[in-house]
């Protein structure tokens, strides 16, 4: 069965820290990764990744897939109070009709 | 910017009514879902519906839930007689090839 584990589960840090979430799948039949942002409601999509190596860039946020280690770590750089949300980690896997699994999320809180 | 649309934002309902949550995906998309979030825990995966049927769902998908597209534009989520742990928020997301999915603000459904 398809398995999505995210750390940290939460994440304080002050404004203009860089911090590192992680994600680690498990997966029969990898087709991608995507990353989302939850705030007050729905999930806003960040990234998807499909290639180990590739970083995928926007704005103070970046992402990274290691096909080898199953791991994904999405990086924000000069967090901002804005930032603060949970991240979400979603895996399209072994099932081909778009089914997403998503771990528990990292709750990132940005302080003053 | 297209996005995807739900109604109403909050229903409460009693024990055993139905209710029918309503979902506007992005015009040109193709594929369509549903997940719920209890509070706290793990976004899931509810029903996945392209080329208008039901192309996977989970196991908390049981005959008490329904999808349609009734006229092309709008897909739905009915719950039949609803119970309290369906006291969930409610995702509509939809994708235009399997892979990057949107997701719509919610439906919070209250049951009491």
């Known amino acids: 069965e398809d398995k999505v584990v995210q750390s940290p589960l939460s994440l304080v840090v002050h404004e203009g820290d860089t911090v590192t979430l992680n994600c680690s799948y498990e997966?029969?039949?990898?087709?991608?990764l995507l990353w989302y942002k939850q705030e007050k409601k729905a999930p806003t999509f960040l990234f998807m990744l499909?290639?180990?190596?590739i970083e995928k860039k926007s704005g103070r946020l970046s992402s990274i897939l290691d096909k080898k280690e199953l791991s994904s770590i999405l990086n924000i750089t000069a967090t901002q109070t804005g930032d603060s949300a949970i991240y979400l980690c979603?895996?399209?896997?072994?099932?081909?009709?778009?089914?997403?699994?998503f771990g528990q999320g990292t709750t990132l809180q940005v302080k003053p | 910017e297209p996005e995807v649309t739900q109604t109403p934002s909050h229903q409460v309902t009693q024990m055993g009514q139905e209710v029918i949550l309503r979902c506007v995906p992005i015009?040109?998309?193709?594929?369509f879902y549903w997940y719920r979030q209890i509070l706290g825990q793990k976004v899931e995966f509810l029903v996945s519906?392209?080329?208008?049927?039901?192309?996977?769902k989970s196991e908390i998908f049981d005959d008490q839930f329904s999808v349609e597209r009734p006229d092309g534009s709008n897909f739905t989520l009915k719950i039949r007689s609803t119970k309290l742990e369906d006291s969930a928020m409610y995702f509509c997301?939809?994708?235009?090839?399997?892979?990057?999915?949107?997701f719509g603000p919610g439906t919070r459904l209250t049951v009491l």
């Open positions: 997301a939809s994708s235009r090839d399997s892979d990057t999915q949107y």
């Open positions: 997966v029969t039949n990898f087709r991608s």
């Open positions: 499909t290639s180990s190596g």
């Open positions: 979603g895996l399209h896997g072994s099932s081909n009709t778009g089914k997403l699994i």
């Open positions: 015009s040109n998309h193709l594929y």
């Open positions: 519906f392209y080329n208008n049927e039901i192309s996977e």
